[in-house]
């Protein structure tokens, strides 16, 4: 299924390909939501990306309905998405577009009513509770947007929450802890309670939490909406650094287009659907 | 899965959450819970207490005691007895008419009153005045006819509940004389003395009934006998009260409101002092007081009319013996006419023919404190703490003097003593009650229990069914009723408990599951970095282990500081206190208020499970929900 393009999208695509207008219109010729996706909406100044082989994740026609009292509601319609290992992809839109659903979708924390969502070659659908909670806790990490420390444990025992749901011997979560530490720049803050960092230390320390378990997968909620400009672009900044680094996959929901456009690929929902 | 020491760590931060509420969980939940600890350790103090001073007197036995039931309503209304009664007593005026007039005397038939009154002057609502003496010989004419129940009939009923000894006393009963203290040794033959009630009261010889006492009970309130006197080795031995005692050794009673180590001295003063307590004690027949009684009141008349010259003094004047020798009366003065004294002897003849005493008879008899018991109620409800204890618990012989057995009939003048007290009842009461009370010893309180709860006599106006004879008391102490108690107070904490587990539930619930609730965004970003169901589960059973345990920590500490300072508030005065109803022939013996009581554990355990409980229904409702739900509230 096709659809037009409106003339705030083009303006999008516009910022999004830098201005270059030929390739703006390309895109809009060929308006599919699933080639835009996966290949119009390539930042060009991203690090080339395999994507011949199988997807890390893979959303396929994905419906989420909820209900509230006795409405109905289509969070999700029909979505469909592939994203590559190593890959940044931003996903935006206004809010109750459905973008927060799918990221939890992706992440597990939630199951959809049809379609199916596979992370790594796994079939989350099909997954127990228990198998998923330890799936999640291996292969995903997740970043919020109100970071949820934990306000009575220390940074470092913040760090290390999942290694203890994962089980991680003592040792290892404080070396672990250390080299995350020193990876987002709060070495010296490791003593330190949530309540005596600043918001962007915090999101840091939400991050180095998110990456404990090395996940192959990054998932995060507006993780720059509650900072401001500087300290949004410097978590992207990071975000970027783990992706060279780790080869890490990173989904970013945001509204913000600055941060989307530092993504590789940016994907607008509307209405439940994907329609850039 | 999460290891111990990382789950209490996350638990301890919840613990650390909505500190003010979490506190005042504690503070009221430990409050509730500390309350029912105290009590505990209280209580097991007190019954333990109870228990040791128990073993003093007859309070570690079960001993039940069998009465008969006086008929005195139904007999009084019973009209075959009532004609049989008139029968006598036409016959008697008949007699008596007779006689006088054999003897040539005057009888006045109306001196006699008949034994059948009728209040309303109705023929059908009669009854039998038992104060006639032919109305008393045809109510003993009957009970001969139908003996009370006896120690055969005890044994058979109680036969079904094994008892291990059946014991009898008998009262030491003067009939119609009269057995009247000697206060410092002297009568009191003056015309000032009380009256009857005020006599009653304050002489203890009449007040209490003297009640030869088997050995086996009247054993634990024997005196040592290294204590005892033997200066009076005629006189009889008696068990008293603490305040009898007191009288016997002429010691000022102890006012109410003294301290308590005074009253203790002062049990140990009747126990060092009581052994050399003699009570001297002066027995008359009716003539005999009837002599003395004019004596004094013709003296009383002389003394009056001395300056009047009209007054005549009678010709026969009785003289006073010496106070303190309880001699009968001398002829002070007889110029009676020929005449007068045949007609005396008449008199006299014609009374022993109808069963009248004649003969004055009198003696001095000593009695000698062997015994100690505390002092009984007498069945006066008391409003007062000390009251209620001696009720409860107290140990003593039911408001009787009592005379040790074997020590009574191995007195030198034992055969002189009987004949003073094998009188033939003439009250109303002796002849309607029988002078032997019964009792059978068992072995638990259960037994004494189930025998006092079934086969006691539950009197109808028709009096005891043969099945049930006896009405049946715990006797000697309220050793049954204090099991009773125990078990009852055992309930009464159980159910202290369960209400304050409820409450404590509804507090902690609320604390609970107020925590469990405000982390739900919490639990999501749990689960989202990898926790399990399982895992939450065990965080938050931690904590609700820990919150218990501070309330258990918080209510054990509160519950020794009470029961501790219970304790060291009220030891003293219970102890003197517990010596004056329990008997003070031990009185190293203490009434503490604190014993460690395992049932403490069992609250400290319900305190523990009530935290559990608490944490049910909001951790399943947390667990079950999606954590993307509580992310979206956001």
Redesign the interface.
Same mark, same amino acid.
Not at chain 1, 164 to 167: E, L, N, S, T, V
């Given at each position: 299924m096709t659809k037009q393009a409106s003339r705030e999208q083009v303006a999008a695509y516009l910022a999004l390909f830098d201005n270059d207008v030929e390739s703006a219109i390309a895109a809009v010729r060929s308006y599919k939501p699933m080639q835009i996706a996966n290949a119009l909406s390539v930042n060009p100044a991203a690090p080339v990306i395999n994507r011949e082989g199988p997807p890390l994740i893979s959303v396929n026609a994905v419906t989420k309905e909820y209900r509230i009292g006795h409405q109905k509601v289509e969070a999700l319609r029909s979505v469909s998405l592939r994203v590559y290992e190593g890959e940044i992809v931003a996903i935006t839109g206004s809010s109750g577009s459905g973008k =927060?659903?799918l990221l939890?979708l992706i #992440?597990g924390? +939630?199951k959809p009513t049809s379609g199916s969502v596979s992370v790594a070659n796994t079939d989350l659908s099909k997954m127990s +509770?228990?198998t998923l =909670?330890?799936f999640? #806790? &291996?292969t995903i990490?997740?970043v919020? &947007? =109100?970071f949820?420390l &934990?306000?009575?444990?220390n940074l470092g025992?913040n760090l290390?929450?999942?290694g203890?749901?994962? #089980?991680t011997p003592h040792r290892e979560r404080h070396q672990r802890v250390q080299e995350l530490a020193a990876a987002v720049g709060l070495t010296e803050r490791l003593q330190h309670l949530p309540k005596e960092l600043s918001g962007g230390q915090i999101q840091r320390a939400a991050i180095a939490?998110?990456l404990?378990?090395r996940p192959k997968v990054i998932l995060a +909620?507006e993780p720059t909406g509650n900072l401001d400009s500087k300290n949004g672009m410097a978590i992207i900044d990071l975000f970027e650094q783990i992706r060279r680094n780790f080869n890490t996959t990173i989904v970013i929901i945001t509204h913000d287009y600055a941060i989307a456009q530092r993504a590789d690929r940016h994907i607008t929902l509307k209405d439940g659907e994907v329609v850039l | 899965m999460i290891h111990l020491g990382d789950a209490i760590i996350l638990a301890t931060t919840k613990l650390r959450t909505r500190r003010i509420r979490t506190g005042i969980t504690v503070v009221v939940s430990g409050l509730l819970f500390g309350c029912l600890v105290a009590t505990l350790f209280m209580a097991k103090g007190a019954f333990d207490s109870i228990s040791k001073f128990n073993a003093i007197g007859l309070g570690s036995r079960y001993i039940v005691q069998a009465q008969t039931v006086p008929l005195t309503g139904v007999i009084t209304q019973d009209k075959d007895l009532q004609a049989r009664a008139q029968e006598l007593y036409t016959q008697q005026v008949a007699d008596k008419k007779a006689a006088a007039k054999k003897l040539g005397i005057t009888y006045d038939a109306t001196a006699d009153r008949p034994p059948v009154i009728s209040p309303d002057g109705k023929a059908t609502n009669t009854f039998l005045d038992i104060s006639t003496p032919v109305a008393l010989q045809a109510v003993r004419e009957y009970m001969q006819a139908h003996p009370q129940p006896g120690m055969g009939d005890l044994k058979r009923t109680a036969a079904p509940y094994h008892p291990k000894n059946f014991y009898t006393t008998e009262t030491l009963s003067t009939g119609d004389g009269t057995l009247v203290t000697m206060n410092n040794g002297v009568e009191n033959l003056t015309t000032n003395q009380p009256d009857l009630g005020t006599q009653y009261q304050q002489d203890i010889l009449m007040k209490y009934p003297l009640q030869l006492t088997p050995t086996a009970i009247s054993r634990p309130f024997m005196l040592p006998a290294t204590s005892l006197s033997s200066d009076h080795p005629d006189a009889i031995p008696i068990i008293v009260t603490y305040s009898a005692a007191e009288k016997v050794l002429g010691m000022t009673p102890l006012s109410k409101g003294v301290p308590a180590a005074q009253k203790l001295e002062r049990i140990r003063t009747l126990y060092r002092k009581a052994g050399s307590g003699v009570l001297a004690a002066c027995y008359r027949n009716t003539v005999s007081t009837d002599q003395i009684q004019t004596a004094i009141t013709t003296a009383a008349d002389i003394a009056k009319n001395k300056d009047n010259k009209d007054y005549q003094k009678p010709s026969l004047i009785y003289g006073l013996p010496a106070a303190d020798s309880c001699g009968p009366a001398t002829i002070a003065r007889d110029v009676r006419t020929t005449d007068e004294k045949s007609q005396a002897a008449k008199q006299k003849q014609f009374d022993a023919q109808f069963n009248t005493v004649t003969e004055p008879d009198q003696q001095k008899i000593e009695f000698r404190i062997v015994g100690l018991m505390p002092d009984t109620q007498d069945g006066a409800p008391s409003s007062s703490a000390s009251g209620i204890l001696q009720g409860l618990v107290g140990s003593s012989l039911a408001g009787v003097i009592a005379v040790p057995e074997d020590m009574y009939n191995a007195l030198p003048s034992a055969a002189r003593y009987k004949a003073v007290f094998n009188s033939t009842p003439t009250s109303v009461m002796a002849i309607f009650s029988s002078t032997s009370t019964y009792y059978a010893e068992f072995a638990n309180d259960t037994t004494a229990r189930a025998f006092i709860d079934n086969a006691s006599c539950n009197p109808s106006p028709s009096g005891c069914s043969k099945a049930k004879p006896f009405m049946l008391n715990a006797f000697g102490s309220n050793s049954i009723a204090l099991q009773d108690l125990q078990r009852k107070f055992r309930r009464a904490a159980l159910l202290g408990a369960g209400a304050i587990v409820f409450i404590a539930v509804a507090i902690m619930t609320g604390t609970v599951g107020r925590m469990i609730a405000d982390s739900r965004r919490e639990t999501a970003v749990f689960r989202a970095v990898g926790a399990g169901r399982f895992d939450i589960t065990f965080v938050y059973t931690l904590y609700a282990i820990m919150l218990s345990v501070c309330i258990a920590v918080f209510a054990l500490g509160l519950g020794l500081l009470l029961a501790r300072l219970a304790d060291w508030k009220f030891w003293q005065t219970a102890t003197a206190q517990a010596q004056l109803v329990f008997g003070g022939s031990n009185l190293s013996l203490q009434f503490r208020f604190f014993g460690i009581n395992t049932a403490v554990g069992w609250v400290l355990l319900a305190t523990l499970g009530t935290g559990l409980i608490s944490m049910i229904l909001p951790l399943l409702r947390n667990i079950r929900r999606s954590p993307i739900k509580d992310m979206r509230d956001e």
């Open positions: =927060s659903t939890q #992440g924390l +939630d +509770d228990h =909670s330890r999640r #806790g &291996q990490g997740f919020f &947007q =109100s949820y &934990q306000p009575f444990l025992r290390e929450v999942p203890m749901f994962a #089980g939490r998110a404990f378990n +909620d | -």
